[in-house]
């Protein structure tokens, strides 16, 4: 793919030069032209939040002409314009076209930076060094996304960054000590890179001043043929042996299931609606997809964890993370009752989430991997969503 945009360019630099040397041709397709173009952020006023906070919201562009937009309010991506296979742009994540919409009661993080905790916590409570911290419990019995007033309702503090490979947006957020009930000031950077090989970089970083648990991700709804009501004919793609099964409030079991033979094997790449009908408890327990699948890279630095496939308009979103697992939640609980873009009513599985992280619900279950984050450490992540067609 990285050839494909690599000689579009190439094409628009060769056909610019023709252009110049003869004024009065006037066949070269103005799209073509417009290809070789640079990379460039840009900043606006979003909005202002009942409390009187004003949000801005910025464009990232890389040279290709892939854009994105992120507002300092949640950290949230409130679009994404990739080409499908014609050259077409179009916008690949839920959403809304103004901050108010954000603000309507019952979104589902759409596009969000979760924080402190990505997933579940049981009963919203765990124990660090022998002292129990008590978190809220606002999915039904437990803990969800960091709690009532998560990462993804804060206003972060944005810095425009240029980088080697890209435009960045650095975005940071002091989250305080005991703030929705976790111990630690805890400084959070997380810094969204759009790469001129067609990348979205997304790096998480966090220092603590008390032992902590931390355990960030984003949550982006995608729907590579925008427009198209459910992402039933997407194929999944997970780099995975093996997956959490959970109980019926979806917290995780502590058994580590191998895929194989069940309707959560992705290792070959599968439709999202091939399985996802069959009669199985753990598809019944999520409404559908809403799983922790444990990721065979882990631990080994930046790996494939997954991709997302669309025939129809040939865009592939491929995603590379240093993370130990991803939740790939089908969106089971979209219900139509929310209008986004475009007026499009999001209904029941319109958008998909491939949200790389640690497993859910670590801070109680020892033998998971450790989310725990100690003064002097410095939490790092990072995850890669490459943008292609085929
Ligand atoms: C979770 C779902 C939850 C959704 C909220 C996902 O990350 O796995 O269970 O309903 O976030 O939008």
Known sequence: MKTYYLSLAMLALVACNQKAKKQDDTTVPADTVTVAMKASVSKEKFGTLPDGKEVDRYTL???NGISMKVMTYGGIITSLQTPDKNGEQGDIV?????LEGY?????PYFGAVIGRYGNRIAKGKFELDGKTYTLATND???HLHGGKKGFDKVVWTASEKKTDHGVA??????????EEGYPGNLKATVTYTLTDDNELQVDYQATTDKKTVV????????NLAPGTA????HEVTLHADAFLPVSNTLIPTGELRPVEGTPFDFRKGKKVGQDIGQEDQQLEYGGGFDHCWVLNGAGEGLEKAASLYDASTGRLMEVFTTEPAIQFYSGNFLDG?????NGEKYVHRSGLCLETEHYPDAPNQPDFPSTVLNPGEEYHTTTVFRFSVK
């Open 61 to 63: 562009t890389n040279a």
């Open 94 to 98: 839920l959403g809304f076209d103004s």
């Open 169 to 178: 947006l650095q975005l940071e957020y002091l989250s305080k000590d005991m």
């Open 337 to 341: 009752s929310l209008t986004g873009k």
């Open 215 to 222: 355990n960030l991700t984003q949550h982006s709804y995608f």
């Open 103 to 107: 603000l309507q009661k019952g979104v």
């Open 140 to 142: 039904g019995p437990n």
């Open 230 to 233: 459910t992402i039933l004919d």
